[in-house]
């Protein structure tokens, strides 16, 4: 199994998902469905999963944290641009799984 971000223009891009690195297996599942939600809403009305990234600050750098998946330019095509000022760094447990 192998950890892949979504590249493609759309309400996904930037997600994290599993995937099989197999010949013929069809695998899938995101990796973001146990973290926070930020305070955007999408067009269903429903709250993205933050985004999961890693902090390149001089005091905190190399620690990871979750932010608007909209926010610093991130928005895919139907995306909010500027997002909301959702963060969270992120805890031991949650990084388990990615």
Do not use: H, Y
Not at 1 to 6: D, K, Q
Not at 21 to 27: E, H, K, N, R, V
Not at 72 to 90: I, K, L, M, T, V
């Amino acid at each position: 199994v192998a950890l892949r971000r979504v590249r493609k223009e759309g309400l996904n891009r930037w997600r994290l998902f599993f995937t099989c690195t197999a010949t013929g297996c069809s695998f899938f599942e995101w990796a973001d469905t146990s973290f926070p939600r930020c305070r955007c809403t999408g067009g269903g009305g429903e709250k993205p999963a933050a985004m999961l990234r890693i902090s390149k600050t001089q005091a905190t750098g190399g620690r990871w944290f979750f932010g608007c998946r909209s926010k610093g330019g991130a928005a895919g095509a139907g995306e909010p641009r500027g997002g909301c000022d959702f963060f969270s760094w992120a805890a031991a447990e949650q990084l388990r799984a990615v």
